[in-house]
């Protein structure tokens, strides 16, 4: 029986993958942790205790105490907020990663999910399409941390035996809990804005394409490649998955549809240059033949339901 330790489950993935994973492996066998308090429905339906990944000893100890075989290590610094403090983003992100990678090393905890990210890719990527495997010379914090622990994820695995497995996040677009941070994070705040204020300024240009997915397919496609054979995975630093992509604009007209009278106005910040370094699309070939990445949720779908649910959240 699996025993699964999530850590950084108060946010905006964790909250959603602790419940996908305690439907499928038993309430009492998903340890949800973060340094904060989680949503109701995560405390309530299982353990949650308060823990620092960035504490190596008591991460370890807690590994071992519960006897965990599995990690998901959601804990990070994102794009925009890295970019404000970079050498605490950059201590942060890495001590997260390196201490799960020690602990997985030292304990039974061998299996070791850590998200990477569209941000590993710079300026000198190609753009469209971008292939798995290409120039990599990203210009954030982030960004670079990204890779590095693409690289080490790799390095732990070929050397220690560690079973690291990651992807490539595009931005993550949820109802549930708000991402904070982020350079997608327009993609979330828009349909919220939209609901309470009918209006949105959006800090990315009207032609600025991400790609994105809505957190339903993440979540399918994370518990997909944890659970697919070993063996089949060509990949051990991190899976490009393309998801959707989309600029303000065209998003803007979608919600439309719904919300006639909703408009949008644009007034680009220091996250439109993180933007525009990242791609546009991305090729998920890889992924697809290894594992079989899907996405369920294109522009219209993700919006009606993005729409439907944030509604009953709000009473509106
Ligand atoms: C961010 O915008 O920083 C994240 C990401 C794409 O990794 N959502």
Known sequence: MEKILVIGSSGQIG??????????????????????????????????????????????????????????????????????????????????????????????????????????????????????????????VYGISKVAGERWGEYYNKRYGVDFRSVRYPGLISYKTEPGGGTTDYAVEIFFDAIKKGSYESFLSEDTALPMMFMDDAIANTIELMQHDGNKLSLRSSYNIAGISFTPKQLAEEIKKHIPEFSISYNPDFRQAIADSWPASIDESVAQKDWGVKTEFNLQKMTKVMLEKIKEQLKV
């Open 15 to 140: 909250s959603e993958l602790v419940l996908a994973l305690r439907k499928i492996h038993g309430d009492e066998n998903v340890f949800a942790t973060d340094i904060k308090y989680p949503p109701e429905e995560v405390g309530r339906s299982g353990p949650f205790q308060i823990l620092d990944v960035l504490d190596f000893q008591n991460l370890l100890h807690f590994v071992v105490r519960y006897k965990i075989t599995q990690v998901y290590n959601l804990a990070a610094v994102l794009s925009g907020n890295a970019e404000k403090i970079p050498l605490q983003a950059w201590d942060i992100n890495m001590k997260a990663l390196m201490n799960t990678l020690e602990a997985a090393r030292q304990s039974d905890a061998k299996k070791l999910f850590w998200p990477s990210s569209i941000a590993v890719f710079g300026p000198t990527t190609p753009r469209h399409e971008t292939p798995q495997l290409t120039v990599m010379e990203p210009n954030t």
